[in-house]
T-cell receptor
């Protein structure tokens, strides 16, 4: 158990809808990163939040957005869902240490877009 | 998106055999991480490497951070059935992003 929780565990949406995924970070961690993992592939970095501000973004369009709250929990929002958005969405929490930063993952939210 | 070159893609081994897998990159990383992911779950950290040349063990697992900072390997000795799963390498640069390999699927033959 990493102490990182995500909700919901599974979700089915239709194309064009919007979705919000949630992540609670491990106690004492101030950084949350979000990843998209398509079936049979490694995770792809979406973005990272550090102390409530976006701190780095991967190659994802603006319809992928996020928030981090004062308690360091986080949300991932995806607008105008497309079929290719079907994937496992992972969040990872960590503490910015300056030298290396070990990320601990939640169990993920599996999103299916029909 | 960018990925590390991880090999082999899959391995079929007998219980008790040793396993070796590796990752290479064209970019330099400050940190190399090895994760294991079971079906329907998030990746679980196995070993973290922070210095070039570092060799670290965690039980039957041993991993090394290459001297050039562009590669890493993971060895598993005396494999057991619960070692089955997908193993991922991940490199972390100065921007704290994790860049991942495509995974090595470990299957243990009965």
């Amino acid at each position: 158990e990493t102490g990182v929780t995500q909700s919901p565990t599974h979700l089915i949406k239709t194309r064009g809808q919007q979705v919000t995924l949630r992540c609670s970070s491990q106690s004492g961690h101030n950084t949350v990163s979000w990843y998209q993992q398509a079936l049979g592939q490694g995770p792809q970095f979406i973005f990272q939040y550090y102390r409530e501000e976006e701190n780095g973004r991967g190659n994802f369009p603006p319809r992928f957005s996020g928030l981090q709250f004062p308690n360091y929990s986080s949300e991932l929002n995806v607008n105008a869902l497309e079929l290719d958005d079907s994937a496992l969405y992972l969040c990872a929490s960590s503490t910015r240490q300056g030298v290396g930063e070990t990320q601990y993952f939640g169990p993920g939210t599996r999103l299916l877009v029909l | 998106g960018q990925q590390l070159n991880q090999s082999p893609q899959s391995m079929f081994i007998q219980e008790g055999e040793d396993v070796s897998m590796n990752c290479t990159s064209s970019s330099i990383f400050n940190t190399w991480l090895w994760y294991k992911q079971d079906p329907g779950e998030g990746p679980v950290l196995l070993i973290a490497l922070y210095k070039a040349g570092e060799l670290t063990s965690n039980g039957r697992l041993t991993a090394q951070f290459g001297i050039t900072r562009k590669d890493s390997f993971l060895n598993i000795s005396a494999s057991i059935p619960s070692d089955v799963g997908i193993y991922f390498c991940a490199g972390q640069g100065s921007n704290y992003q994790l860049i991942w390999g495509a995974g090595t699927k470990l299957i243990i033959k009965p």
